[in-house]
């Protein structure tokens, strides 16, 4: 019954057009910043570019041994917001269109049909972090070698830092679904996600950073989280507290599946056991 649940969720994301939209975007963005950025670090570590067109005296500008990770890990650190969206769209998706009721017709264990479906946005959601390993490594890599930055594609603490970060973007999208059962309306996810990510976080991580004890409850925040799971933070950039504060990796990833498991089980039982028509 599971196996049915999960195939039945791959064609109603498979059949639509927002996943692959989305797919297209993600990689596009992270492949500009992961070029971009490598360009302009790339090229202030072997001097062609002055320090000081990043940051005055060059404050902020992280060491040539942190180059790659940094870039490579742009997929879970700023991308991280497409899962969430394919998650939450996947879940409001059902409300919006009604065909909830056909599918509780057809499986009427509604905990089951949630299960399939979170089974099944994990697996897209690895996808996402797949696609966004080949924009940011793909780019980054033979950016950074054009400027003589070695881009450590031979080091196994490279491509652990890729397996952690398809696992994030996975987690992300179960984020995403806990979100979009526990918010049904789909306009309301889609603020809260694209508000919460890209303006809410950013600023409580960055003001966290500046005292001791905000930055300990700042790297429980499911950014923060993320990033200790992939082991790479685009926030060390701009402080250097914000990424001594971080957990261990595995922590960071405990972290984030609580975040996602809490989402689903509170929207199992605020919304998605209500009568729908």
Known sequence: MLLRGVNAEFVKILTTRMWWVLLLVLFGYIALLAGG????????ANGSIPAEVASGGGAGTPDVAALPPLIYSFGATIGYVFPVL????ATTGEVRHQTLTPTFLANPRRGSVLTAKVVA???????????SVIASVGTGALTLAAFDVAPLLGEGDTWALVG????AMALWAIVGVGLGVLVPSQVAAIVIVLAFTQFVEPLLRLAASFIDWTATVGQYLPGAASDALVGASFYSMMSPAASGALLEWWQGGLVLLAYAVVFT???????????VT
């Open 37 to 44: 950025l490598a360009a302009l670090f790339g090229g202030i």
């Open 86 to 89: 394919i998650g939450a769209l």
């Open 121 to 131: 946005l994990f697996v897209v959601g690895a996808g996402f972090g797949i696609v």
């Open 164 to 167: 952690r970060l398809v696992l």
């Open 265 to 275: 089980v509170a929207g199992y039982f605020v919304s998605w056991k209500r009568d």
